[in-house]
């Protein structure tokens, strides 16, 4: 074998093969040779670890394979792009994704039952009519201000499992964090004296009503929430521009990274608009490697089945 050819093959072998994958899944990076055949990436900088549910995460992986091979990554950074690149509807956008998904993992109210006299039983209910309300939700005011604030309760507390004349229950629905709440409290005064501590919640909110317009707003609708889980991780190269970007609008409306990628993948799937152009824009550098991508995209697509 001449030196010649012997160099050849040295060069052949040492030239690395070509990775098939794009960043998206946490499955490997972007391919950055380029040949007139395999036109370059844009760089990009450091990944970004992104959590979607799976439902985004399947629908944003359907748009990427539609638009060609290895897509994710440019089409969650397009996604991006056009959110920081529009930022005025960002605050009422985050706003309802939240409003969603707190109805989406509101955790049921509980019942609880109340024995009180019949006069005790009348002036809630009086008072719950007085301001066109129901006396689950003043309940759930009285243990709101009364968990806030329990003060010196357990004298009241032992004169209310002493009383008598208690022939009427009241039921109401509350928070179940209220509920086990209160139970510990009462718990540590003595045995079955629950219901008790209940009435003594009663008795201060029917003495000291205050400002229930105002409560009746910000604390009757509040709920239990489970806790919020994005199970479907995607791991996506983020230039620094971009990043930087996507944290100066996050700081301005009081936001992160997380929750500002799910309000952009939420607008890219709603209206994707001319997302395949946006897609090949992002991936290819220069204009020579967009229209070839173009070219090849327009073929695909005509050829006969």
């Known amino acids: 074998m001449s030196a010649a050819s012997h160099l050849s093959r040295m060069i052949v072998t040492a030239e690395p093969s070509a990775n098939p994958h794009e960043e ?14 395999k036109p370059g990436r844009i760089p990009v900088g450091d990944p970004i670890a992104l959590r979607f549910d799976p439902e985004t995460k399947r ?46 993992r509101a955790i049921p109210l509980v019942m609880l039952k109340i024995k009180v006299e019949p006069a005790t039983a009348l002036e809630f209910a009086e008072l719950a009519v007085e301001h066109d309300t129901t006396v689950s939700a003043l309940m759930r005011i009285a243990l709101h201000r009364f968990l806030e604030a329990p003060g010196r309760y357990k004298h009241p507390l032992l004169r209310e499992a002493e009383r008598a004349g208690l022939s009427d229950w ?41 400002d229930l317009t105002r409560d009746l707003e910000a604390i009757a609708p509040l709920r239990d929430l489970r806790p919020e889980i994005y199970p479907a991780r995607a791991n996506v190269h983020f230039d620094d521009a971009l990043r930087d970007k996507l944290d100066a609008l996050a700081a301005r409306v009081g936001s992160d990274r997380a929750e500002l990628m799910r309000l952009a993948a939420k607008r890219v799937l709603d209206e994707p608009g001319m997302i395949d152009q946006a897609v090949t824009r992002e991936i290819f550098r220069s204009e020579k490697n967009k ?8 073929r695909r697509h005509t050829q006969p089945d």
């Open 24 to 37: 998206g899944c946490g499955c490997g990076r972007e391919d950055r040779g380029m040949t007139e055949l």
């Open 291 to 298: 229209k070839h991508l173009l070219a090849r995209h327009a």
């Open 170 to 210: 009241v039921d109401v629905m509350v928070l179940p964090s209220s509920k086990q709440q209160v139970w510990r409290l009462a718990g540590r005064y003595g045995d079955k004296l629950n219901t008790a501590l209940l009435r003594v919640v009663l008795r201060r909110l029917l003495d000291e009503p205050g």
């Open 59 to 104: 629908r944003l992986e359907e748009m990427a394979e539609g638009i060609g091979p290895r897509r994710f990554g440019a089409l969650v950074r397009v996604a991006c792009r056009r959110l920081v690149n529009q930022p005025k509807a960002v605050g009422r956008g985050l706003s309802e994704q939240r409003r969603i998904s707190e109805a989406l």
